[in-house]
């Protein structure tokens, strides 16, 4: 399986975990919504298992989340990955990982480190 395969895998089933949370549903309540089976579920959230795209409609569907959130930012890998923009478009999909709470908590973090190194 290809790196960016099995990464795609993890932010999506990332992203699906985290709706679920701010739902307060378990992986249980969404299987059920989702009309789908939780050993399932858990194993799409973990990136253990790559999602059908009839799978991620049911998901989305039960969630009630568009696609364009499920996917949003999400940027191919390219050969080259040491350019800025790929740089950038990895911390973006690393902050999309995240919850709303936690990107805050980020943001505060990087805002501290560059006023912290202007002082330098």
């Known amino acids: 399986m290809k790196d960016r395969e099995i990464r795609l895998r993890h932010i999506i089933g990332e992203r699906i975990k985290n709706e679920r949370k701010q739902k307060g549903w378990t992986q249980e309540r969404l299987a059920e919504k989702a009309d789908m089976h939780p050993t399932y579920v858990g194993k799409v959230e973990r990136g253990d298992k790559s999602a059908t795209l009839d799978s991620l409609e049911k998901v989305a569907s039960a969630l009630e989340l ?3 959130e499920l996917f949003k930012d999400i940027q191919p890998v ?4 040491e350019d800025k923009n790929s740089v950038l478009h990895k911390i973006i999909n690393k902050l999309n990982l995240l919850s709303l709470e936690d990107q805050k908590a980020a943001l505060e973090l990087f ?3 560059f006023k912290w190194k202007k002082k330098k």
Do not use: A, W
Not at 78 to 81: E, I, L, S
């Open 78 to 81: 390219t050969g080259t990955d």
């Open 111 to 113: 805002d501290f480190m």
């Open 66 to 68: 568009k696609y364009v």
